[in-house]
C-alpha cells in the first residue's frame, strides 16, 4: 500500500497533468478561432466584394493583406473587377460617340428639311445632294454598328483612299453652312487648291469633323466664325 506522501505526491501530479490539458486546450482554442478568423476575414471581404459587383457597382477593392493563396486571389479579384470596370467605362463611352456620330447627319438632314418645309430655303440639287450624302453616311454609321466588336479590340478597318484637304474641307463647310446660319456663325474655309492629296478614310474623317464641328456651333456665340483651314508645313500637313 502507499503511504500518504506518495498519495500526496500522485494526486499533486494528476492535478498538474489536469491543469495542463486544460491549458493546452485553452492555449488550442484560442489559436484555433485566431488562426480561423486570419482565414476567414479575407474570404468575407471577397464575398462583400462579389455582392456589391452583384448588384451593379463593378469597380471594388478586396485588401491584400498576406502573400499566400489568399493574398493571390484576392489581388486576381482585384485586377477583374478593375478590368470589368474599364471595360464597362468603355462600352459607355462608345455607346456615348455613336449616340454623337448619329446625331450629328440627323443634325444637318433636319436642318435642311425644317428649312424647305417652312419655304425659307428652296430644294435645290445642290442641297438635296448634301442631304443625300448625309442619308448615306448615316447609313454607313449603322453598317459599323455591326462592328462593335471589332472597334471593342481596336482592329475597326480603314478604307484609306487619296483625298484633296480642301475637298474635304469643302464638303464638310456645305454640309454644316445651314446650321451655322441658323446659329448666325460664319462657317469658313481656307486653305489652297494646291494641298498634295492625303490618304485617309472619308467617313471616319467626316466623323471627326463632324463631331468637332457640331461642338464648335454649339459653344460659338453668335456672330462668331468656325474656321476650317489646312497648311502644309515641311513634310506635313495641319
Same mark, same amino acid.
Given at each position: 500500500?502507499?503511504?500518504?506522501?506518495?498519495?500526496?505526491?500522485?494526486?499533486?501530479?494528476?492535478?498538474?497533468?489536469?491543469?495542463?490539458?486544460?491549458?493546452?486546450?485553452?492555449?488550442?482554442?484560442?489559436? @484555433?478561432?485566431?488562426?480561423?478568423?486570419?482565414?476567414?476575414?479575407?474570404?468575407?471581404?471577397?464575398?462583400?466584394?462579389?455582392?456589391?459587383?452583384?448588384? @451593379?457597382?463593378?469597380?471594388?477593392?478586396?485588401?491584400?493583406?498576406?502573400?499566400?493563396?489568399?493574398?493571390?486571389?484576392?489581388? $486576381?479579384?482585384?485586377?477583374?473587377?478593375?478590368?470589368?470596370?474599364?471595360?464597362?467605362?468603355?462600352?459607355?463611352?462608345?455607346?456615348?460617340?455613336?449616340?454623337?456620330?448619329?446625331?450629328?447627319?440627323?443634325?444637318?438632314?433636319?436642318?435642311?428639311?425644317?428649312?424647305?418645309?417652312? @419655304?425659307?430655303?428652296?430644294?435645290?440639287?445642290?442641297?438635296?445632294?448634301?442631304?443625300?450624302?448625309?442619308?448615306?453616311?448615316?447609313?454607313?454609321?449603322?453598317?459599323?454598328?455591326?462592328?462593335?466588336?471589332?472597334?471593342?479590340?481596336?482592329?475597326?478597318?480603314?478604307?484609306?483612299?487619296?483625298?484633296?484637304?480642301?475637298?474635304?474641307?469643302?464638303?464638310?463647310?456645305?454640309?454644316?453652312?445651314?446650321?451655322?446660319?441658323?446659329?448666325?456663325?460664319?462657317?469658313?474655309?481656307?486653305?489652297?487648291?494646291?494641298?498634295?492629296?492625303?490618304?485617309?478614310?472619308?467617313?471616319?474623317?467626316?466623323?471627326?469633323?463632324?463631331?468637332?464641328?457640331?461642338?464648335?456651333?454649339?459653344?460659338?456665340?453668335?456672330?462668331?466664325?468656325?474656321?476650317?483651314? $489646312?497648311?502644309?508645313?515641311?513634310?506635313?500637313?495641319?
Amino acid at each position: 500500500p502507499l503511504g500518504g506522501l506518495e498519495l500526496q505526491y500522485l494526486n499533486r501530479t494528476n492535478q498538474a497533468l489536469l491543469y495542463a490539458a486544460l491549458g493546452a486546450a485553452l492555449v488550442a482554442l484560442g489559436l @484555433g478561432t485566431i488562426l480561423a478568423r486570419t482565414l476567414t476575414h479575407p474570404l468575407r471581404d471577397l464575398t462583400t466584394a462579389i455582392h456589391a459587383m452583384a448588384k @451593379g457597382n463593378l469597380k471594388q477593392h478586396a485588401p491584400v493583406k498576406s502573400h499566400d493563396e489568399l493574398g493571390e486571389l484576392a489581388a $486576381a479579384f482585384n485586377q477583374m473587377s478593375s478590368d470589368l470596370d474599364r471595360l464597362n467605362l468603355s462600352r459607355r463611352q462608345m455607346t456615348a460617340d455613336i449616340a454623337h456620330d448619329l446625331r450629328s447627319p440627323l443634325t444637318v438632314i433636319g436642318g435642311y428639311v425644317e428649312s424647305m418645309r417652312d @419655304g425659307v430655303l428652296k430644294p435645290t440639287p445642290e442641297r438635296l445632294d448634301t442631304i443625300h450624302a448625309e442619308v448615306q453616311h448615316l447609313q454607313r454609321l449603322v453598317e459599323d454598328l455591326r462592328t462593335l466588336s471589332q472597334a471593342d479590340a481596336g482592329e475597326l478597318r480603314l478604307n484609306r483612299v487619296p483625298v484633296s484637304p480642301l475637298a474635304l474641307l469643302e464638303q464638310m463647310a456645305k454640309s454644316y453652312n445651314q446650321l451655322a446660319a441658323r446659329k448666325k456663325v460664319a462657317l469658313d474655309v481656307q486653305a489652297q487648291a494646291d494641298l498634295p492629296e492625303i490618304l485617309l478614310d472619308p467617313d471616319r474623317m467626316a466623323q471627326v469633323f463632324g463631331n468637332l464641328i457640331s461642338n464648335s456651333l454649339r459653344y460659338t456665340p453668335e456672330g462668331g466664325q468656325i474656321l476650317l483651314a $489646312a497648311r502644309q508645313e515641311k513634310d506635313s500637313l495641319a
